[in-house]
């Protein structure tokens, strides 16, 4: 099975092929001692090897460089068995071994060849995770490497030129995610609590979303821009968190850096659960059950026009806003509500049989992607938990290792199959104009506290039961306690 076809970035790195087969052309890793002979391919396909093999396997030789898919799935899933700092420094220790038999033997002549293909491959490391360079060992490592693949160029000097402008483009890279992250820092959205005044009706002048944007299918796609825009800071190295951070054997070399990764992550899941608060306070904050219910209707249309732009990480936000329970209870409002769209998206995100129907939608969505003509058609956000969910649970279910002692790289290649696959949908140009204004009021919109949203539900819709007599009962102690 081929990998989807990929843009600029990681098409460069897996290669026309993408399949992880050993191509036409780029030779073969002679056998050795924990070399060829501890890999095992079937139907062309590596499907197991010793650590030591694979490592091996990843170095050029004269005659052989590596299939960039493996290059990019073995980069990816090292770090589940070692810091990529370790690996880089195996990697240079075999090919100072190498460098020192073909000064020894006949094939001096080929060295300069040899050194290009180290470059290269370095080039393609630096340009896919360029993160792993982050720290003074890693960095202090890669120009180590540099120095002795230089030494045999000192002629003309074009391998030491190819390094200079690598290491060049990986600090720009590196300080362009470093600037990143530290705006993104500064974006985090603020929860509001009511505070302890028990009568919280907004101020007349107050905007609410109807008053900034009355046009479901525009807001939708200002959500896509916001989605796109937060998704792309995600990065393949990012997503393998979710794999070493659970296993217990990692967790003797997770360092700083490790920790910096999961920003991207957790500020990606964190603006899922504010989209979600802000349809909740939306709703609850408004005290005319008429408006309340055009607010309903209106949501329930852009989670709609979210799924059919293939935005299904909005969609699912926005529907679970309506499902929290100072929402839900709001049984009066929802029943001027005509339900029948919302109860079409509840059937697509229906969590029965593992989430069948929108594992159906996102498939259908993957296949219109993959033969788009225009930016629009290309966009597919999964519902980033489910995706999340879908990698830890391939890495639970099947073994690191199998009996013979070998790693499971056929596992490995699924996991990298999949993490590409989302690299290659983050990566889409956004086709929508942008509103700033709206953009700015879905990203700083006041959000109610759990808490507030009862408070607000019920002075709205008193209680019922007396579950809900004893909550709102609570709230009140509390709230004048406070005060």
């Known amino acids: ?25 780029m030779g073969e890793r002679g056998s050795g001692a924990g070399g060829a002979g501890d890999l095992i391919f079937q139907d062309g396909r ?9 490592m091996e396997h990843l170095v050029p030789t004269v005659d052989y460089y590596p299939d960039r898919t493996f290059i990019f799935t073995f ?68 120009k180590a490497i540099a120095y002795r693949v230089t030494q045999c160029d000192e002629e003309n000097g074009t391998v030491k030129k190819a390094i200079t402008q690598m290491i060049q483009s990986l600090l ?10 530290e705006l993104r820092e500064k974006l985090r959205l603020p929860a509001v609590d009511k505070g302890p005044v028990l009568k919280a009706k907004p101020p007349a002048a107050q905007k609410d979303i109807l008053g900034v944007c009355c046009d479901p299918l525009v807001l939708a796609q200002q ?13 393949p190295e990012d997503l393998m968190q979710i794999i070493s951070h659970t296993d217990s054997l990692d967790n003797h070399h997770r360092c700083r850096g490790d920790m910096a990764k999961t920003y991207s992550l957790e500020a990606y899941d964190s603006w899922f659960n504010c989209l979600s608060m802000l349809v909740a306070t939306e709703v609850c904050r408004v005290v005319k059950k008429k408006h309340r219910t055009r607010v309903l209707e209106f949501f329930i249309d852009v989670a709609r026009e979210c799924f059919n732009i293939g935005n299904f990480n909005s969609m699912m936000a926005i529907i679970s806003g309506m499902n929290l329970s100072p929402v839900a209870r709001l049984k009066k409002t929802w029943s001027k509500v005509k339900t029948a769209k919302f109860d079409v998206l509840e059937h697509h995100m229906d969590p029965s049989s593992n989430f069948c129907n929108y594992r159906t939608a996102l498939q259908g969505a993957t296949q219109r992607s993959q033969t788009a003509n225009s930016s629009r058609e290309k966009i597919v956000i999964p519902v980033f938990n489910l995706f999340v969910k879908d990698i830890y649970f391939l890495h639970k279910i099947h073994t690191n290792h199998l009996p013979n002692g070998h790693i499971n790289f056929k596992k490995f290649w699924e996991i990298s199959r999949q993490i590409h696959e989302f690299m290659t949908w983050t990566q889409v140009e956004c086709p929508f104009e942008k509103d700033k204004k709206i953009q700015s009021y879905l990203l700083t919109a006041p959000i109610y506290s759990e808490e507030a949203l009862f408070i607000a539900s019920f002075e709205s819709e008193g209680p019922e039961n007396h579950m809900e007599k004893d909550s709102w009962k609570a709230l009140r102690t509390t709230l004048l306690h406070r005060a």
């Open 1 to 25: 099975e081929t990998m989807p076809q990929t843009s600029v970035v990681f098409s460069s790195i897996l290669g026309p092929s993408g399949s992880g087969q050993v191509q036409p052309g």
């Open 46 to 54: 590596l499907v197991s090897g010793s650590l030591e093999a694979l």
């Open 75 to 142: 980069l990816l899933t090292s770090r589940v068995f070692m810091p990529p700092h370790d690996l880089l420094a195996r990697v240079g220790q075999i090919c100072l071994e190498q460098r020192q038999q073909l000064e020894a033997g006949p094939e001096k002549a080929k060295l300069k060849s040899f050194s290009a293909k180290i470059v290269q491959l370095l080039k393609e490391w630096t340009e896919a995770f360029p993160y792993d360079f982050q720290d003074e060992k890693a960095l202090g490592e890669l």
């Open 172 to 181: 720009l890279s590196l300080a362009a995610r470093s600037q990143l992250q």
């Open 223 to 235: 959500l896509t821009h916001i989605e796109l825009e937060r998704v792309s800071s995600i990065h």
